[in-house]
């Protein structure tokens, strides 16, 4: 579990892939887990994050700033500061507080925060209903393969 997913995932697509394989799966697929998915699923956006670019040019490098204020002054009170720091990478389960006040306040680790995360999901998701064009779409692709494969039941209202 964790970041080893997030390299092996960020390599590949790094190459080019444009698929991650595995969300929330453990032990080569054999076991499935919804923390481990929350926890998958939020690396898969990093990598998304990477992947898409991060912008490198004078406004992103303070070029004046750095010009202005010089080598050893004061740039975290700058505007330009404030500003950038808020278009970086926000992850909602990696913990970056220091360690007394990560204690302070429970010790969980990623995987505890995940499980939580999707329990709280499944409690209280409530998925968008389907227009009826969907439904009726879906309807016919299921009978049409009821059909095809021999199916002899009533394909289920969705």
Not at 23 to 32: A, K, N
Not at 81 to 105: C, N, Y
Request: charged share 30%.
């Amino acid at each position: 579990m964790g970041h080893e997913k997030t390299l092996s995932g960020l390599l590949t697509a790094l190459a080019g892939a444009n698929l991650i394989y595995g969300l929330g799966m453990l032990e080569m697929g054999v076991t499935f887990d919804y923390g481990q998915l929350v926890m998958d699923n939020e690396f898969a956006q990093m990598i998304n994050y990477c992947v898409n670019g991060i912008p490198v040019n004078d406004e992103t490098l303070s070029v004046d700033a750095i010009k202005e204020v010089g080598s050893f002054g004061d740039f975290v009170t700058r505007k330009e500061t404030f500003e950038h720091m808020r278009s970086i990478s926000h992850p909602k389960l990696i913990d970056r507080r220091v360690r007394d006040k990560w204690k302070a306040q429970g010790s969980k680790d990623i995987y505890q925060r995940s499980l939580e995360e999707a329990k709280k999901i499944l409690e209280t998701h409530k998925p968008p209903s389907l227009s009826d064009d969907i439904k009726a779409e879906l309807r016919e692709i299921v009978k049409e393969t009821e059909s095809h494969l021999g199916v002899d039941k009533t394909t289920p209202e969705f």
